[in-house]
């Protein structure tokens, strides 16, 4: 599968994932796609829509030499704990911004064989999962500071994109 990373103005972005029913090759190598595009920028977690595929999926790697396939998961629960902290997003490339989250969280998943299991993390895999786990319900890191925040980031990243786009030419 040749796969791209999908930036922020993409309307995939902003829809919700259907579940995955078929635990096939093709699941495999969409799953390897994303853990590819991932180390390739350096980042830590990417979600099938980041790639252009509306399903159910997401992978972490947080330098733990782990690597995590989520298939079809839920957030069962979150603790009443929050942490703001910077995050940035592949599909918003070269933005930190602060944003609130639950220090820990559980979440079930299936892995790419299709086998259920359930997971509790804290500290940067917990965020990862949740910032992952955003991305299947069309929510960017971008949403998380309210309308007049977005529409900012927004606005200056197709201003910097329009740059880049410029001097390529």
């Known amino acids: 599968m040749k796969a ?5 103005g993409n309307d995939l972005l902003r829809q919700k994932s259907e579940p995955v029913e078929k635990f096939d090759d093709e699941l495999k190598e969409a799953i390897d796609a994303a853990f590819v595009l991932m180390r390739r920028k350096d980042g830590v977690g990417m979600a099938a829509p980041q790639i252009g595929l509306l399903k159910r999926f997401f992978v972490i790697n947080v330098g733990d030499d782990v690597d995590r396939v989520f298939v ?9 704990e929050t942490e703001c902290k910077e ?12 944003v609130t989250r639950s220090t820990k969280v559980t979440v079930q998943a299936q892995d790419e064989n299709g086998k259920p299991f ?23 890191m971008i ?10 980031i927004e606005k200056r990243f197709q201003r910097q994109f329009m740059k880049k786009m410029l001097k390529r030419k």
């Open 118 to 140: 359930t997971l509790t993390a804290d500290g940067l895999l917990a965020r990862a999962i949740q910032h992952e786990y955003d991305h299947l319900n069309g929510v960017l």
């Open 143 to 152: 949403d998380k500071n309210g309308d007049e925040a977005r529409a900012e």
């Open 4 to 8: 791209k990373i999908v930036i922020l």
């Open 87 to 98: 995050e940035g997003c592949l599909s918003v490339p070269d933005f930190y911004i602060p």
């Open 72 to 80: 079809n998961p839920q957030i069962v629960s979150t603790s009443v």
